[in-house]
């Protein structure tokens, strides 16, 4: 999570110093993905958290921080989340 986070909002590596093309092209693509799946992530947090919410269900909460959580995790991440 901490490593999430020092992509999303670190500097940027390449400032002032040449690089290869490739290795921006990398970094810029690995950081539009960890933004893309921390927005899907968010999402799905928001949106399960709002449907339990409006059943009144007590644990709401606890369940939308783990549906966040478990969306990072490949093909089964999703499948738990929704059990």
Do not use: C, Q
């Amino acid at each position: 999570l901490l490593f999430t986070v020092y992509l999303m909002l670190g500097r940027d590596a390449r400032d002032g110093l040449p690089a290869d093309d490739v290795l921006h092209k990398v970094d810029d693509r690995t950081r539009a993905f960890i933004r893309g799946k921390v927005s899907l992530s968010l999402l799905v947090g928001g949106l399960t958290a709002l449907v339990l919410w409006s059943i009144n269900l007590e644990l709401w909460l606890l369940f939308a921080v783990l549906a966040f959580l478990l969306n990072f995790i490949p093909n089964i991440g999703a499948v738990v989340a929704t059990l």
